[in-house]
């Protein structure tokens, strides 16, 4: 007879993040949700992790109503599952205990049944209130063990040793558990390390436990990691769905199945009807840009570990900003902030400072700018890493950030935190008269002023990287809509001529700027003095222009207000990373050219000062 192998569907949640950057409308996906419902799939990862912030971050969407919508389409008998990062909940910053239990209630209320709670530092301590809320709550908690592989020639961490001993700190601290998952988020693990890691875990757990091994396809040996953790007695594995499959994803349902065929190992579907769920999922997401990256295997990788999760998310922001350019450089120097930085598995918010740092690093020089993440991680403010960092950056960060470093138990930190808590969430609320419900709380205090900007109703939809067929259509056709000074003008272009509001004029289209024809053709009116004074700057005023691309997140003066040389103007950021502007000189902001929450390129114009 053969053995049952469980999985869950990771396609919504997992998948969304490792292609799309998680940037995904709800109504696009949720036909796929039934269909796969209806294919006999009846465990789904179904929000958590970055599919909760980027829901309020681009998508201008509610995350607990997507919650509620997913339970209604899987029904009242599928396990839904999130993915929570210990302390740090859903955000890459870490809360305080109110916080905590308030995401586990409200995960529950909203249709959530199993939650997989990790740290990304393998701090036991990390998982104690984290894992307490989740069961107080009623919810099945399935407790993790993060993995990743060294670089060759590193020792210290990650291997059967460290993973076996992580183990058993969290059996020993009393952490009530119903599962548990070794979560390699990059994909490195070697598979003779997964073989010999859950051969002790079963061992350790007895033959009763639920024992999950979770991978993505980016190195690629995933299928090998999941035959190699199914021989050393995992009993079930994390698989996706086309379009979201394979390279920065788990792996396929259809591609496990076959790679299970005459062995003693069954998934126990209908092939057909998962083939047929997958054609509907692929038809759901037909229009959204599947970045090249995401669908390949990189050897790069188990040097530089960067999780499928992450690496889409953060292509997705450099392309954002305009500086995809940077990525190779970028993906090079992370190696050595993973090396530097005590050797956290790399999964968020691991990966995340770590590849900001790696930004960092590249733009400004190494470790001329700690990332605030980094610094703190590297200075104890996340948890104890699993070997100490680099005494030469443990120096940059906290002379940079002005911290000292730091064993104190995290949560104790946030709780003694005056800008962090519920409170300090209420606070923000009522500044802006909105209502203080428990999902508002929760909202601002983890998408902080993203989370006011949604509420607010000031976000916009941006970063989704999709085809408008509608706009598609019109470009074959030659037609737009052109505003110029306030003025919109019908266009329709043909090969020698251009059709203004119905009138007809040659046309003739050359590349680059021909200056000297501009001159030559340039009308009187547009030389008058009267149109030069109203653009002409006053020579006293003083331009301060966006140091790199970025979101405007706060302004921090207003116009005639009076502003001292180097006085904090203004807040950007990049790379989920903050940017403080300063006034490069004495004066009076006389011109304030931006908006909170308008996406900016470098050089543009922020405001003036005279």
């Given amino acids: 007879m053969k053995k049952q192998v469980k999985f869950m569907c990771t396609a919504f949640r997992d998948g969304f993040q490792s292609v799309y950057g998680a940037r995904v409308f709800t109504k696009d996906f949720m036909p796929a949700v039934a269909a796969a419902r209806e294919a006999g799939i009846t465990h789904f990862e179904a929000g958590g992790g970055a599919r909760f912030q980027s829901l309020y971050f681009y998508s201008n969407e509610d995350a607990f109503e997507m919650m509620d919508e997913f339970r209604k389409v899987a029904g009242p008998d599928a396990d839904l599952q999130t993915l929570s990062r210990g302390v740090n909940v859903v955000g890459l910053d870490s809360q305080p205990r109110d916080v905590i239990k308030l ?27 984290s894992g307490k809320a ?5 919810l099945r908690h399935e407790v993790v063990v993060t993995m990743m592989s060294l670089p060759p020639n ?3 961490a990650h291997d059967p040793d460290f993973y076996e001993a992580t183990l058993k700190q969290i059996m020993d601290a009393g952490i ?86 005459n062995t003693d190992y069954d998934l126990g579907i209908d092939i057909k009807k998962i083939r047929e769920a997958e054609a ?33 998310a953060n292509t997705q922001m450099l392309r954002d900003n305009n500086m995809m350019d ?10 050595e902030t993973v090396a530097k930085g005590g050797y956290g598995t790399s999964v968020t918010p691991v990966s995340q400072f770590y590849f900001q740092q790696a930004f960092n690093n590249v733009m400004f020089g190494p470790w001329k700018k700690i990332a605030e993440g980094y610094g703190k991680m590297v200075l104890g403010y996340f948890g104890k890493t699993p070997v100490a960092p680099d005494p030469e950056v443990v120096k940059a960060c906290a002379e940079q950030l002005k911290l000292e470093p730091t064993t104190k138990k995290v949560v104790d930190i946030n709780d003694a935190d005056p800008k962090k808590g519920v409170a300090v969430a209420k606070a923000m609320l009522e ?61 329709k272009l043909g090969k020698d001529n251009a059709t203004v509001n119905g009138v007809s004029y040659p046309l003739n289209v050359g590349f680059g700027i021909d200056q000297k024809a501009i001159d030559a053709t340039q009308s009187v009116a547009s030389q008058a003095p009267a149109a030069a004074a109203a653009v002409a700057p006053s020579h006293e005023a003083v331009s301060v222009k966006a140091p790199m691309p970025g979101l405007v997140l706060r302004i921090e003066v207003k116009e005639g207000q009076k502003v001292a040389k180097n006085q904090k103007v203004m807040v950007m950021e990049a790379m989920k990373m903050e940017n403080e502007i300063f006034a490069p000189c004495d004066g009076v902001v006389t011109k304030i050219c931006v908006s909170q929450g308008q996406q900016m390129q470098s050089d543009d114009e922020l405001l003036v000062i005279a």
């Fill in 154 to 156: 590193t020792v210290g």
């Fill in 326 to 335: 940077k990525y190779p450089a970028i993906v090079e120097a992370m190696a």
């Fill in 103 to 129: 995401h586990a209630k409200l995960f529950k209320k909203h249709g959530i049944s199993t939650i997989r709670n990790f740290d990304a530092l393998n701090d036991v301590n990390n998982l104690i209130d």
């Fill in 280 to 312: 509907v999922f692929q038809d759901c997401m037909k229009d959204y840009i599947v970045p090249p990256e995401a669908m390949t295997v990189n050897p790069e990788i188990p040097f530089s570990p960067l999780p499928g999760g992450a690496l889409t």
């Fill in 431 to 491: 500044k802006e008269g909105l209502p203080l419900t428990d999902e508002n709380i929760f909202i601002a205090a983890s998408c902080k002023e993203k989370g006011i900007l949604y509420l607010t109703g000031k976000a916009q939809v941006n970063g989704i990287y999709k085809i408008d067929r509608e706009e598609e259509a019109a470009k074959k056709k030659g037609e737009y809509t052109v505003t110029v000074n306030g003025k919109a003008y019908g266009i």
């Fill in 176 to 261: 009530e558990f119903q599962s548990v998952c070794f979560k390699d988020a990059s994909g490195t693990s070697t598979p003779a390390y997964v073989h010999e890691t859950i051969k002790r875990a079963r061992k350790l757990l007895g033959k009763d436990m639920n024992i999950v091994f979770h991978s993505h396809d980016t190195a690629g040996v995933c299928i090998q990691q999941y035959v190699s953790a199914l021989d050393a007695g995992a009993n079930q594995v994390d698989l996706s769905m086309m379009p979201v499959s394979g390279g920065t994803c788990q792996p396929d349902i259809i591609t496990m199945w076959h790679a299970l065929r």
């Fill in 134 to 138: 989740i069961v107080d709550a009623g």
